[in-house]
């Protein structure tokens, strides 16, 4: 029904800076929330940004004051600017989106991306 596209990982020098893009199609009505997260090799995997329908952010204490979470509505999309990435933000970013559909059942359902690579090294 709906559909999360994610774009803009990969490798990056340390202090660069990327722009993940998720794209959302398919059956939406309404975005209750849409964010990222990541996971590295190991570890769990963890919310990096959130963003709500009414244009609340949250961050990770890690993401503070270096990643910006936006939202498109016209296009459904949600970005996530990274600034002076650091090596430990490496890992598979993950979007994820919690929508009401035009379909039903209404929900709201929770949707996940495929994933994309984001490796800071030098």
């Known amino acids: 029904q709906v559909q999360l596209v ?4 990969g490798l990056v020098q340390p202090g660069g800076s ?11 009505f309404r975005f209750v929330s849409m964010g990222w997260y990541r996971q590295a090799p190991g570890q769990q995997r963890e919310l990096v940004a959130s963003i709500v329908g009414g244009g609340t952010t949250l961050y990770t204490d890690s993401a503070k004051g270096r990643f910006t979470i936006t939202i498109d509505k016209v296009k459904n999309t949600v970005y996530l600017q990274m600034n002076t990435l ?9 979007c994820n989106a919690v929508i009401t559909t035009t379909t039903m059942p209404r929900g709201p359902h ?4 495929e994933g994309t690579q ?5």
């Open 6 to 9: 994610e774009s803009g990982g």
């Open 18 to 28: 990327l722009r993940l893009s998720c794209a959302a199609s398919g059956s939406i």
């Open 86 to 94: 650091k090596p430990e933000d490496t890992a598979v970013y993950y």
């Open 110 to 113: 929770e949707y996940w991306g």
């Open 118 to 122: 984001v490796t800071v090294s030098s």
